[in-house]
């Protein structure tokens, strides 16, 4: 960046490092817990050294005072929230998916650790995060998010805090587009849960004497893998369009 001090230059590049590096953090695939941070923070400076130079000619000027410093950086981290954030919270639907089809095939009880919830959590659910982690990298939906690190500048310039309101409005928004995506996800494992605890119902008031948990356990298990087995291939390109979708919002 010739032409600019040293003070300048270390400004614009913490301006950038200040949303780029919040991204990357909630960003799917990019920002896991599972990835080292040191690995997370060497691409976040890398990246931001990259797009430091195709942006550099539309940030601000270093301010003299520390207030309007301040008030920058904050702006560029609530920024990098949103647009990681947005993306993160779609990770949520399969985390949704996950807890249905465990519940409705017997296995809530099987808990293992979710790296996108950075808890324990059905054991289905951590099985559809990691494919859809996977499936990102594989299908390039990444290199689509590192074009929307770039493109968020156009979108939201350094220096101009977008509006409140319709960050709370795109928050709810996809809040509820993951809870709903989660469902449609689910929805075999919702009808075969009704109508094998139906049948299940009938058979236990058929024969009493017969003890139905015993035997419809190992039975619920298989044919839930069964169904699993089927709908695998279709849920995961549902939910990779749907990511997509959301990410190139802030592409131009």
């Known amino acids: 960046m010739p032409g600019l001090g040293v003070p300048e230059q270390v400004f614009a590049f913490l301006l950038v490092f200040a949303r780029?590096?919040?991204?990357?953090?909630?960003?799917?695939?990019?920002?896991?817990?599972?990835?080292?941070?040191r690995v997370r923070l060497a691409l976040a400076l890398a990246i931001s050294l990259v797009i430091l130079a195709l942006v550099q000619p539309a940030l601000p000027a270093m301010p003299d005072q520390v207030f309007p410093l301040f008030f920058?950086?904050?702006?560029?981290?609530?920024?990098?929230l949103f647009v990681g954030a947005s993306a993160r919270l779609l990770m949520s639907a399969l985390h949704?998916?996950?807890?249905?089809?465990a519940y409705h095939t017997g296995l809530a009880a099987a808990q293992a650790f979710d790296p996108a919830q950075g808890a324990q959590s059905a054991i289905?659910?951590?099985?559809?995060?990691?494919?859809?982690?996977?499936?990102?990298?594989?299908?390039?939906?990444?290199?689509?998010?590192?074009g929307a690190m770039y493109e968020?500048?156009?979108?939201?310039?350094?220096g101009d805090l977008p509006m409140t309101s319709d960050?709370?409005?795109?928050?709810?928004?996809?809040?509820?587009?993951?809870?709903?995506?989660?469902?449609?996800m689910s929805a075999p494992f919702l009808v075969y849960g009704l109508i094998f605890n139906i049948g299940l119902g009938l058979v236990a008031r058929l024969m009493p004497q017969?003890?139905?948990?015993?035997?419809?356990?190992p039975l619920n298990i298989m044919l839930g893998f069964a169904i699993l087995m089927f709908v695998l291939a279709t849920i995961m390109a549902w939910f990779l369009r749907h990511v997509e979708e959301t990410?190139?919002?802030?592409?131009?």
């Open 72 to 80: 920058l950086l904050f702006g560029e981290i609530v920024i990098g």
């Open 152 to 158: 968020s500048y156009t979108l939201f310039p350094p």
């Open 124 to 146: 289905f659910s951590s099985f559809l995060t990691l494919i859809g982690v996977t499936l990102i990298f594989v299908t390039g939906l990444h290199h689509v998010m590192l």
């Open 167 to 184: 960050f709370a409005m795109m928050a709810t928004r996809t809040v509820a587009q993951s809870f709903r995506l989660g469902l449609q």
């Open 96 to 101: 949704v998916a996950g807890t249905v089809i």
């Open 20 to 37: 780029l590096g919040t991204m990357i953090m909630l960003l799917p695939a990019l920002g896991e817990t599972s990835v080292p941070p």
């Open 210 to 217: 017969l003890q139905v948990f015993f035997i419809a356990m």
């Open 247 to 252: 990410v190139t919002l802030f592409l131009l």
